[in-house]
């Protein structure tokens, strides 16, 4: 994974054009800039003969920007604004010039995100108000729209099936089915602790992955109905981006630990075990503290209840000594197992499933371009890196 630029304004890159909005509390003096200090703008960066990339549109906006989406068919730039709005711009076939199209009043609040579908001509939104809405691309009308339970930051759609996927801050993600003017709930998956605050859709596998707060990542078997859910445990911080290379089968996560990391999903993973519960060690017998008939009986002092990662069981500090990664499972790092668990676990199924890479900021914002295998990362120190994901990702 080689560093390709950094300190570069832009957090959006497709079709070797970058686009950058600016938000006016981000922003110092710069005495150089013609709208002004406090003046919110969407700049698009071409890369020119020299290598360097240089700015070839500024466009003052009404409102600051919040998020965007970019279709290189079509040449579409959608941006969400902080007042609600959904902006369509067509840019020109050199990238010299954006019009401005049409504007959809989306939401009540700051528009969270965007995504264009090319195939239905829907722009699908979500926002802070917690409402999902989709409109018509072509004559700009509202189909319809589904108040989520809480903020939605997580937005993905099947074609296929016209399933749309939304993750929020409670932790769980809603499916829709979506008509032409209507939609129905199919259902919710809940498995994390924290708020979902990234998601990621396979096609071809049918498998969603979910990030979150809690720092995990969960894989949802769609396609094979099983209802298995995968855990995948790398990152020390909560998931702040996932995109996926289908012709690799990998999965990149990026999070606020400043970690990127590329998992081999073409590996036959397993589902980590539910918690059993239990008064006393499910190993030794030992009674844990809050069983008193049985410390009472035996006139022993009740221990501290934990759990093997790897079957399962309620064990004591005692029967559980040992840490081992199991990655097959999604633990990459070391995590506690019972003392008999750890003994099974061959040196093969201790062979890493993931590469990890530090990318030396936090991470705040990702782009992947798949077609190029360039990865965008920018960070809370306002420094912005491109990535050669090729050597990994292949």
């Not at 501290?304 to 990459?332: D, N, T, W, Y």
Request: proline share 4%; aromatic share 10%.
């Amino acid at each position: 994974m080689r560093l390709l630029l950094r300190n570069a304004p832009f957090n959006l890159y497709t079709c070797g054009v970058f686009f950058f909005a600016r938000r006016p509390q981000e922003r110092g003096t710069d005495r150089t800039d013609p709208y002004g200090a406090d003046s919110p703008t969407v700049r698009v960066w071409l890369k020119r003969d020299s290598g360097q990339y240089w700015p070839s549109i500024y466009h003052a906006m009404p409102s600051p920007c919040s998020c965007m989406s970019f279709n290189p068919e079509t040449r579409r730039l959608s941006i969400g604004l902080d007042n609600g709005t959904i902006s369509e711009f067509i840019l020109s076939e050199d990238y010299n010039k954006m019009t401005l199209v049409k504007s959809y009043q989306a939401h009540q609040s700051r528009v969270i995100m965007i995504l264009f579908v090319l195939e239905m001509e829907w722009v699908l939104s979500t926002g802070q108000d917690k409402h999902f809405t989709w409109h018509c691309s072509e004559s700009g009308q509202r189909l319809g729209g589904y108040r989520t339970s809480a903020g939605a930051c997580g937005l993905q759609f099947d074609v296929e099936t016209r399933h749309v996927f939304v993750g929020d801050h409670s932790g769980q993600v809603t499916i829709l089915k979506l008509e032409q003017e209507s939609c129905s709930l199919v259902t919710t998956f809940k498995g994390h602790t924290g708020g979902v605050t990234a998601l990621c859709w396979d096609p071809i596998q049918r498998v969603l992955f979910s990030g979150s707060s809690d720092h995990s990542i969960i894989m949802w078997d769609i396609g094979g109905r099983k209802g298995t859910a995968i855990e995948l445990q790398g990152h020390n911080d909560k998931i702040q981006s996932l995109s996926y290379a289908h012709h690799t089968r990998q999965l990149i996560s990026c999070g606020a630990d400043g970690g990127i990391v590329v998992w081999n999903m073409d590996v036959e993973r397993q589902e980590t075990p539910e918690w059993l519960d239990s008064d006393s060690c499910q190993k030794c017998d030992q009674p844990f503290f809050w069983n008193f008939k049985q410390m009472w009986d035996s006139k022993k002092i009740g221990l501290r209840q934990h759990h093997c990662r790897k079957c399962g069981k309620a064990v004591c500090g005692k029967c559980s000594s040992k840490r081992s990664s199991i990655p097959l499972m999604g633990f990459e790092f070391e995590v506690r197992v019972c003392d008999s668990c750890h003994e099974s676990i061959t040196d093969e199924e201790r062979a890493p499933t993931a590469t990890f890479h530090d990318s030396k900021h936090n991470i705040v914002h990702v782009h992947f371009d798949a077609t190029r295998g360039w990865l965008l990362t920018s960070g809370t120190d306002k420094v912005i890196k491109l990535w050669d994901m090729t050597p990994v990702v292949s």
